[in-house]
């Protein structure tokens, strides 16, 4: 079963590896985006990615004819070079997958940046000018450490990913996460997740029983 480095999408692992002082968690994700199973929102620990439980379920669940892949990330002491590393992603983030999750969010680094306008009767609106190629990290260097350095990085376990798309939507984001207190929250959090789950499943039904019932009465 093939697992990707979010932060390398081309690098297939092929194997949960254990690193010294390292956490990882992983994501999963299809090919089409919008599968509203509560275990495709999950941030999932090393021992639950590894459960009969969880394995049986990617091997069975596709969504739009796609299985799930795993996304792994990692919580760690990062050092500048990693960083700089960083490949661009395949046009998506993971960012609301860890807020759902009660993963803590310490800050963000935009690589192409925003132009500000203000017009004369004060209202700001912002532009992007878009870039000739991707942004290369090495020309962004002191920008990045600075933001690391803010976030005391040689002495704070960090989650950091890059999520970029160069297409008609643009973006190209550095994102830093913190564990925080989700490993207490945990199953809070999959409780809401479940609980919205629900209630759109609710809403579904409600609507196509409401038009149901419309066309039906029409028919009279």
């Keep these: 079963m093939a697992i990707r480095s979010f932060n390398d999408p081309n690098n297939n692992l092929h194997f949960f590896s254990k690193k010294k002082n390292v956490k990882q968690f992983y994501i999963l994700g299809h090919f089409f985006y919008g599968c509203e199973n509560p275990k495709c929102e999950y941030v999932f620990d090393e021992s639950e990615i590894q459960s009969k439980k969880i ?61 500000k306008h203000v017009s004369e009767n004060g209202e700001i609106t912002y532009s992007i000018t878009r870039p000739k190629s991707v942004c290369n990290l090495e020309e962004k260097k002191e920008q990045i450490k600075a933001e690391l350095e803010k976030l005391d990085y040689k002495n704070k376990n960090l989650i950091i990913y890059r999520t970029s798309r160069y297409g008609l939507a643009l973006w190209d984001i550095i994102d830093f996460w913190v564990e925080g207190n989700q490993p207490k929250t945990k199953y809070y959090y999959r409780l809401k997740i479940n609980i919205l789950f629900v209630k759109e499943k609710l809403k579904s039904h409600i609507k196509k029983t409401a038009f149901w019932v419309i066309n039906k009465n029409q028919e009279y």
Excluded: C
């Design 55 to 115: 394995q049986n379920y990617i091997e069975n669940h596709k969504y739009e004819g796609y299985e799930a892949d795993i996304y792994q990330f990692e919580s760690k002491l990062w050092k500048l070079d990693e960083v700089l590393q960083l490949k661009i992603s395949n046009g998506w983030t993971p960012e609301y997958k860890f807020e759902r999750s009660g993963f803590t969010f310490v800050g963000s680094i935009d690589l192409i940046g925003r132009n």
